[in-house]
């Protein structure tokens, strides 16, 4: 059975840095792409971008880009959303999705970040 | 980029009636058209991939239709369990993939 697993509940301050994981298992992780989906309270579904597990290749949503950082450990099947600097705004449910050929077939259980001073 | 648009935002109808959602591209994408129904402090689920092909498991009662830039989600008789919101997404233009705002459907 597929499964992606994600990492728990986070608080941070503002200028915090973090990272959370999504763990995938029950299929051959490099054979198909990762991406995370922002989901900020009360409001809908945002792509922020993907991975490729087997090289680490990586396209950002213009939303995103230079702000998140996505990396992966192919040895423990896992992809890595990172912040270095959080803002409040960060505060959201971000869920890791598996890229089937025409959808995304699995989901995460979401990780929820919330940033206040 | 392209946009999604669903129409309308929320909708209230009652057990047994039909219901259709709208998404609308702004632009041309094709057949690369999926619906998800995310039911209240859930994971979004895949119904319906490149337009009108039902996800494995999901009940006949939802269905999909459309090309190019106009695309309809039904359900032909809504169930208690069908509260959730639904979202359309394109990902005709990958790397890129959009969705839309989400309905919201109340019964």
């Known amino acids: 059975e597929v499964n992606l697993v994600q990492s728990g509940v986070e608080v941070k301050r503002p200028g915090e840095s973090l990272r959370i994981s999504c763990k995938g298992s029950?299929?051959?992780?490099?054979?198909?792409?990762i991406s995370w989906v922002r989901q900020m309270p009360g409001k809908g579904l945002e792509w922020m971008g993907r991975?490729?597990?087997?090289?680490?290749?990586?396209n950002y949503g213009p939303s995103f880009q230079g702000h998140v950082t996505f990396s992966t450990d192919k040895s423990l099947s896992i992809v890595y959303l990172q912040w270095s600097s959080l803002r409040t705004s960060d505060t959201a449910m971000y869920f890791c999705?598996?890229?089937?050929?025409?959808?995304?077939?699995?989901w995460g259980q979401g990780t929820l970040l919330i940033v206040s001073s | 980029d392209i946009q999604m648009t669903q129409s309308p935002s929320s909708l209230s109808a009652s057990l047994g009636d039909r219901v259709t959602i709208t998404c609308q591209a702004t632009?041309?994408?094709?057949?690369?058209l999926n619906w998800y129904q995310q039911k209240p402090g859930k994971v979004p689920k895949l119904l319906i991939y490149?337009?009108?092909i039902l996800e494995t498991g999901v009940p006949s009662r939802f269905s999909g239709s459309g090309s190019g830039t106009n695309f309809t989600f039904s359900i032909s008789s809504l169930q208690t369990e069908d509260l959730a919101t639904y979202y359309c997404?394109?990902?005709?233009?990958?790397?890129?993939?959009?969705f839309g705002q989400g309905t919201t459907l109340e019964i």
């Open positions: 999705a598996r890229e089937g050929p025409v959808a995304y077939d699995s």
């Open positions: 029950g299929y051959d992780f490099t054979r198909y792409w």
């Open positions: 991975i490729d597990p087997s090289d680490s290749y990586v």
């Open positions: 632009e041309d994408i094709s057949n690369y």
């Open positions: 490149d337009v009108s």
């Open positions: 997404q394109q990902y005709y233009h990958l790397p890129m993939c959009s």
